[in-house]
């Protein structure tokens, strides 16, 4: 619950910014929280810092999804999102928060880019998946499936 009350207070703080802000926020967001995440994947207590880092990491991947879906429906990408989408990829192919092993049949898979596959295919549906799958092939998590198998 705690971790949703952050993640709101994020909305709130980002609701009136303009989309360059947004980014340049998303992008300091991702940063900041990504060395605590790692650092707790290893440590059995859940701190605050950790639960932080988790409600900052949803927050930026909700935005990156939409951002990804932007980029299907204008069929464009923006110069100013270069940069986020590299971070995401960088986040989303890091083994220490995310699941390399998909052969538990959905149990213990989590992380960023299972995080962020779930949010494209809930929110948007499988031709955006498929889309933006294959301009950027790392959002299909590897191990997972091909992007063809999508």
């Known amino acids: 619950m705690l971790c949703f009350i952050l ?3 994020l909305y709130k703080q980002y609701s009136g910014a303009s989309p360059e802000s947004r980014l340049i926020g998303i992008i300091e967001i991702l940063k900041r929280f990504w060395s605590v995440l790692r650092k707790y994947q290893s ?4 701190t605050i ?7 900052g990491f949803r927050f930026a991947i909700m935005e990156i999804a ?3 879906h932007a980029s299907y429906v204008d069929n464009t990408l923006k110069k100013s999102q270069l940069e986020i989408f ?13 699941s390399t092993d998909f052969s538990t049949n ?3 898979v989590m992380g960023p ?3 962020l596959l779930k949010l494209l295919v809930r929110q ?10 294959e301009l950027y092939q790392w959002i299909i998590p590897e191990g997972l499936c091909t992007a063809d198998q999508v």
């Open 7 to 9: 993640q709101d207070a």
């Open 43 to 46: 440590e059995p207590l859940i």
């Open 49 to 55: 810092d950790y639960l932080e880092g988790v409600a």
């Open 66 to 68: 939409g951002l990804l």
């Open 86 to 98: 590299q971070l995401a990829e960088e986040l989303c192919r890091d083994p220490v928060i995310n």
């Open 106 to 108: 959905g149990e213990d």
């Open 113 to 115: 880019a299972v995080y």
């Open 124 to 133: 948007y549906g499988y031709p955006c998946l498929r889309h933006v799958s």
